[in-house]
Each structure stands twice: as C-alpha cells, then as structure tokens.
C-alpha cells in the first residue's frame, strides 16, 4: 500500500481535490501544485515530498496525461538541458489561488534582487505585513485577564492568521508551537528559504508585536520533520 506520507519533510500544499480518482500520493502532487502562484520544479516537489524523483516524475506524467497538470521549459541558465516546470491546470482548481502567495512571492523576488541583506530585510517586510494582518484581524478571543492567558490569546491571533493564508497550522496545547502542514510557496521557498522563512517568521513577529505579546524565542524551523514546518511562538 503506497504512503505518501513516509519520509515526507516540509508541509504540504493547502488543497484537495475532490471529485477525482486520484492515489493519497498523485492527490497530495497535485495539492501542492494547485498551491503554488507560479511553477515548481521537480527537485522541488521531490523535497517536500520526499519520494525518488522518478516516482515523482511518474507521478506528474500521469497528472499531465489526465489534464490536471501542465509542464514548460524554463528558461535556459546556462550549460545543460533547461529544467521542467510544472503547474496545475485552471480545470484543477477548486478555488482561487490566495492572493497572499503571488504577493510574497513577488516581494521574496523584489528582495533577493535588492537588498544586501535579504533576510533581514524579508523579516521586516514581514513584520509589517504582520502588523497590518493582526490589525486587520481585530482584537483577539480569549481570557485577557493575565499576562500568561492574554499572551496565549495572541498566540491564537497569529495562529488565525497562518490559517488564513492557507498555512493549516496545528497548535500545541498553549500555542507555543505550531505545525504549518501546507505550504503555499514551496517553489519559491525551494529556491530561497532564507528569504521567505523570513518573511513568515517577520509575519508571525508583528502580528505578536501588535498585540503585545512577547517574541523572544520566536523561530521557524523549515522542512523539520515529516509533514511540517515548525514555528515557535516563544519560550515555555
């Protein structure tokens, strides 16, 4: 029986198809695809899930063949064949694709391009990004009346958010930590993780900063175990 799960590092996209006779693991290829604002490229997609990349690549001929998936050359960048680049098809979506991942990509791009200090300066787009984001939500639900329970409330704000943008995040009992499952910028986060972690990690430390929360111990571990990405919302 095939596991597509097995060995998996990194989260998975933020879609399912439904309506389709797809295996657990041509499904979750897919998924990730239909997540993606622009096209991903096979050692991408073999990261996140990680199988061989000749399962993977059967795997996305089988998409192709059925319509669901399309494939282009990109552009050459030097000796060797040019790469493939794969993307959903329109006929695949069940929905938009959220704005937010066109937008960070965009910005992860402007940001590797001009800045001496990429990361740096992703984490504070990111901050206030998250900033507006958290200002945009409202005040936060929850007990206020001390400095631990309003501290957990904002934690809650930020996992909120994260849920929002399609990051699935699973949280631990007092929101110290959650698992972002999907990913909706796998390529570009293939490509500069040190950019667009910052960027999510500057998400996660303005949003905290507009509810007046603590962020010391604030961290984003990426592809750190099977299935997810790890985000640390302070110390225990």
């Known amino acids: 029986m095939e596991n597509n799960d097995a060995g998996r590092r990194g989260p998975r996209p933020a879609r399912t198809p439904s309506g389709r006779r797809l295996s657990p693991t041509r499904a979750a290829l897919l998924e990730t695809l239909q997540a993606q604002p622009e096209p991903t490229s096979l050692p991408a997609l073999v990261k996140t899930t990680g199988l061989h990349d000749n399962t993977v690549r059967e795997h996305l001929e089988g998409l192709r063949i059925s319509g669901l998936v399309r494939r282009t050359k990109a552009p050459s960048s030097g000796r060797g064949r040019p790469r493939w680049l794969y993307e959903a098809t329109p006929s695949s979506h069940e929905d938009p694709r ?103 990690l500057g998400i996660a430390q303005g949003a905290l900063e507009r509810y007046d929360a603590p962020t010391d111990g604030l961290e984003l571990l990426p592809f750190v175990e099977p299935g997810a990405c790890l985000l640390r919302l302070g110390r225990p």
């Not at 929101?175 to 950019?195: G, K, Y």
């Open 98 to 200: 959220p704005e937010y991942a066109a937008l960070a990509a965009a910005l992860a791009t402007v940001i590797v391009r001009t800045s001496p200090e990429p990361a740096a300066e992703a984490r504070r787009a990111g901050a206030d990004w998250g900033r507006r984001l958290a200002a945009e939500a409202g005040p936060v639900e929850g007990p206020v009346e001390g400095p631990v329970e309003g501290h957990e409330g904002a934690r809650r704000g930020v996992a909120e958010i994260f849920e929002n943008m399609g990051f699935a995040p699973e949280a631990d009992a007092d929101v110290r930590e959650l698992r972002l499952t999907r990913c909706p910028l796998l390529e570009a986060a293939h490509q500069e993780p040190d950019v667009v972690c910052s960027v999510h």
